[in-house]
């Protein structure tokens, strides 16, 4: 039961929200293979399912987490209104996976998807930052005067080499 409905007795105002937070504890039994949650623990240690299956370097298992962050909260703001809205992350989480997609959090796990078993660290271009700029010609163009210079944060991957970036600022 969500601590914000930890009533003497029986429940007269039951909200759209009370199922929303016995429904992360359920996806957290489901995951971690256990069958109890204490309170809203589930970045302890011990609870944490990114550290459980830290072997399986899955960074999906990172988006459980965000998951509960909407569900399994001590105060009822904190949570989602309804079932519907926990819906619509769980929605777009999966298509995310479907589609090869993860996470962009600090702490996430990025996989290599060329080697498939090195990992993507940012790279460091200079001491004080971790922007380059970096030149692309158009296709069509007729060289380096027609270039579009962009600023790029690198991150490479630490077994084969393969760079990835993204546009920076
Ligand atoms: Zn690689």
Sequence with gaps: MPPWAEVDGRLDDVQPNFDVYMLGKLLWCMVSGRLRLNREW??????????MFAK??????????????????????????????LLIMVNHFVHSINRGGQ???????????VCGYG???PEQVRP???VAAVRFWPVGSFGPSD???????????DRCGHIQ?????
């Design 165 to 169: 970036f993204f546009k920076g600022s």
């Design 119 to 121: 990992h993507y660290h």
């Design 103 to 113: 996470l962009l959090r600090e702490g996430v796990p990025r996989l290599c998807r």
């Design 147 to 157: 270039a579009v210079i962009y600023n790029v944060r690198p991150f490479c991957c």
């Design 42 to 51: 589930f970045r302890n240690p011990e609870n944490n399912v990114t550290a």
């Design 56 to 85: 399986n370097d899955d960074p999906h298992l990172f988006i459980i987490n965000e998951i509960l962050e909407k569900c399994v909260v001590e105060d009822s703001k904190d949570c989602f209104r309804s079932a519907s809205d």
């Design 128 to 130: 004080s930052s971790t």
